[in-house]
Nanobody
Framework: QVQLVESGGGLVQAGGSLRLSCAAS????????MGWYRQAPGKQRELVAT???????NYIDSVKGRFTISRDNAKNTVYLQMNSLKPEDTAVYYC???????????????WGQGTQVTVSS
């Protein structure tokens, strides 16, 4: 099967940095778009950043200039570099990837288990 495993969350002071990683493994034929979402307590999950297989990126306004999404296609891994962190960035961060499974030649969206990011003021 296909799975996504995230790492890199933690506790950081405001103004600090963290780098999240998400590695996909399993019966992967190809990976198209990848992205990061976050969900704060009592709020809906929101899209933070996306990156296409060709490297085109998009960000929500609140993280532009502070977060950078990137990917290593050879490692099936997507990253989120987060700088100048603010308390309002506190959330569980999830990665998502559109993956074609070679067992079925079908494409679907897969999610990581989530990693907690806490920014203290």
């Amino acid at each position: 099967q296909v799975q996504l495993v995230e790492s890199g969350g933690g506790l950081v002071q405001a103004g600090g940095s963290l780098r999240l990683s998400c590695a996909a493994s399993g019966s992967i034929l190809s990976i198209n778009g990848m992205g990061w979402y976050r969900q704060a307590p009592g709020k809906q999950r929101e899209l933070v950043a996306t990156i296409t297989s060709g490297g085109n990126t998009n960000y929500i306004d609140s993280v532009k200039g502070r977060f950078t999404i990137s990917r290593d296609n050879a490692k099936n891994t997507v990253y989120l570099q987060m700088n100048s962190l603010k308390p309002e960035d506190t959330a569980v961060y999830y990665c998502n990837a559109q993956i074609t499974d070679y067992r079925y030649y079908s494409s679907g969206g897969y999610w990581g288990q989530g990693t907690q990011v806490t920014v203290s003021s």
